[in-house]
């Protein structure tokens, strides 16, 4: 009992991440790029609380989906109200849409956000209970070149991480009226073929019959072999909504596969759904997903304002960035440490603002090391420079400057040190911004 008390100390809960320094620049990295492709691409970020009233999931992502059945994080706070961590971002958005009166402004509004999400799933390789979305949302717009922008702008996040080997899997589920006509011929034809279902299939068959087209159990699959799909049941609309959709894809150069008998998990989907796929991400082939939502923000309370928007998984993403492109990322070493000689602690204190002040990342000793100890200790963090305040040089107003690549040494006045860093260091590293706002000493 102690010791099982004492790991939980020790221990992060299951299917949660710590991200430490080293691993963290590559998350900072996606998040820049996904931060300026939609600012290019005009969509507003939207921050939303972690946790929502309960019912806004049981509502709008569905009480007969898996996320709403299996897999949310639900207490009740000190209130007695029932609250959930957010299992994902699209009901929130519809909420805040909503709270925010934001259909009173000009319409579309193109929100999108990055941050965690939710779900008591079974952890394993790329799939978490603590995970992370870069999600972005249209709401207010019904033509189909909404659909089409943000499948476009999801693959265009993955274009620009150079990230390669991406399947687009693309179907219409359609609209409530098709869904009506497909809900009844699926349960025709799973009625007839009952005993190869599994038991949840056999459950769900009455409130949930599309879920089982995408059951991945040997026996519904084969059972399933014929089933009707949403593709074979759609309406005049439907069908020109969605070839409109394809005919815009082509036009921008995104390629897809039509598949007939992709589902989504949650229930808020008409006409467009899509997935993401990639090879090289364990189990969960999914790197993304999205698609139109019609009746979401209805369903969630307000007016009917059509919605299409996606989601894309920050770990699984992170997972193919790390086998594709090993070399982004990595800890950025000091550019300089400060090592002082003798009783210089004043000149290097104040040095030491000036430099950081400057551009220039330094760092220094904090527990009164030798000068030979902390010459080891840069080396050990990687610092390009060390800059040696020793007493002569100090009482002269200047300091030793040593480049750690080529062991070269070189006095420099302390009141020109921060620029001759910066134009050093900009010959190490191309990446030094340039014209630097220069402070003098
Ligand atoms: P979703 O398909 O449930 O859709 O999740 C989108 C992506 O989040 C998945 O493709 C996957 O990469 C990632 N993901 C989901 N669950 C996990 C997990 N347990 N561990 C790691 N990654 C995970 C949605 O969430 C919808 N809100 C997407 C959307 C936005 N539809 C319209 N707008």
Not at 5 to 17: D, F, I, Q
Not at 369 to 384: C, D, N, P, Y
Request: aromatic share 8%; net charge neutral; proline share 6%.
């Amino acid at each position: 009992m102690k010791r099982g008390r004492m790991a939980m100390l020790t221990s992060r809960p299951r299917g949660t991440n710590d991200i430490l320094p080293g691993d963290v620049e590559r998350w900072q990295y996606i998040e820049a790029l996904a931060h300026e492709l939609c600012r290019n691409w005009c969509y507003g970020e939207l921050r939303t609380p972690v946790f929502e009233h309960t019912e806004l999931f049981l509502r709008g992502v569905g009480d007969a989906t898996d996320i709403v059945e299996k897999e949310m994080y639900t207490f009740q706070d000190k209130g007695g109200r029932s609250l959930t961590l957010r299992p994902e971002g699209t009901a929130p958005a519809a909420r805040a849409y909503l709270e925010n009166r934001l259909q009173a402004g000009p319409q579309p509004v193109k929100l999108y956000y990055i941050g965690p999400m939710f779900r008591h799933d079974r952890p394993q390789a790329g799939r978490f209970r603590q995970f992370h979305q870069f999600g972005a949302e249209i709401f207010g717009a019904a033509a189909p070149a909404a659909d089409a922008e943000i499948i476009t702008l999801a693959m265009e996040f993955y274009r620009s991480l150079d990230i390669t080997g991406l399947e687009l899997h693309l179907n219409s589920v359609g609209c409530p009226m098709c869904r009506q006509v497909l809900r009844e011929r699926l349960r025709r034809y799973f009625e007839a073929r009952m005993d190869g279902l599994c038991p949840h299939c056999r459950g769900r068959l009455e409130r949930n019959p599309l879920r089982l087209l995408d059951c991945k159990e040997a026996g519904c699959r084969e059972a399933g072999a014929g089933a009707p799909t949403p593709l074979d049941c759609l309406c005049d609309e439907c069908r020109a909504h969605f070839a409109e959709v394809r005919r815009t894809l082509d036009i921008v150069g995104v390629s897809y596969v039509i598949d007939p008998r992709l589902v989504r998990g949650l229930d808020y989907y008409t006409r467009t759904a899509f997935e993401i796929l990639a090879a090289g991400v364990g189990a969960q082939s999914a790197v993304g997903g999205g698609g139109r939502y019609d009746g979401l923000v209805r369903t969630v309370g307000g007016p009917g304002v059509p919605g299409v928007g996606v989601a894309l998984g920050l770990e699984r993403t992170l997972l193919l960035l790390a086998q594709q492109h090993p070399e982004v990322g990595g800890r950025r070493p000091p550019d300089a440490f400060l090592a002082t000689a003798g009783n210089t602690w004043e000149t290097a204190t104040a040095l030491l603002v000036t430099l950081r002040r400057s551009g220039v990342a330094c760092d220094h000793d904090y527990t009164g090391r030798s000068l030979k100890a902390q010459m080891k200790h840069a080396g050990r963090l990687g610092a390009r420079f060390v800059v040696i305040v020793g007493e002569d040089e100090a009482a002269r107003g200047a300091a030793t400057v040593r480049d750690m690549e080529s062991g070269r040494q070189e006095e420099v006045a302390l009141n020109g040190l921060a620029p001759y860093l910066r134009q050093r260091l900009a010959e190490k590293r191309p990446d030094f911004p340039g014209d630097p706002k220069m402070e003098v000493w």
